[in-house]
Structure formats: C-alpha cells, structure tokens
C-alpha cells in the first residue's frame, strides 16, 4: 500500500492506486494499519472501510492492524459479514507478513484435525 499521512483516528491513503492495482493486477489481498493506542482488533470504522473495499472488490480481505508492536489478522469474507480473527500473523523481514487459519476462507478445516469426527 502506498501510505499518504497518518495521524491517531485518521489515516489518508491513496485509494485510486488500490483500486487501479486490483483493476490492473487483482491482487490486493487486504490493508494494514495501526491502532497506536487502541484496542489490536477492528474498530466500527474498520469494519465499514472493510465492507466496502470487499464489496468493491468482489472477494474477501485480510485487515491487518499493528497494535504495541504486534500484527494482528482479521478476514472479511464478504461485505456483511463480522471479521474473522486468524490464529497466527507474523512479520518477517523486508515488511512480508503472513496470516493464517486453520479453516480457508469459507470455514473448511484445512488441517485435517477434524476429519468428520
């Protein structure tokens, strides 16, 4: 993403490159942002910027917020619905960050712990 300013409850971002990007590429998977002094999970206004960007994208979406130096995941399968907390997020070097469940989008277990038992 291509951060534009930022200030505590306000961020500015350049929407119009997202929108390009996805247009062009379709591979925006989610947004990241911080909660410098908040809670790590998403507030009301999240919640809103996230149903629109999925709507508008037509595909579910990862909301990453950094909160007192950790990440934290959230997937917004559509555009009603609450956000998910993944089980793990970790950052790596070079700002590559990695989220996951154990369950895909639509709340299949992948891991095969719970193979119809």
Request: hydrophobic share 35%.
């Amino acid at each position: 993403m291509k951060p534009i300013s930022g200030q505590p409850a306000s961020v500015a971002f350049d929407a119009d490159w997202a929108l390009a990007r996805e247009e062009s590429k379709g591979d925006i998977v989610g947004f990241y942002h911080t909660h410098p002094s908040g809670m790590p999970s998403p507030s009301k206004r999240d919640d809103r910027t996230m149903w629109a960007w999925v709507a508008s994208f037509g595909k579910p979406l990862l909301c990453l917020i950094e909160s007192n130096r950790v990440v934290h995941a959230f997937l917004y399968k559509d555009d009603e619905s609450a956000a998910v907390r993944l089980a793990e997020c970790e950052r790596f070097p070079r700002g590559i960050i990695v989220a996951y469940d154990n369950d895909d989008a639509y709340g299949n277990d992948v891991d095969g712990e719970n193979d119809g038992e």
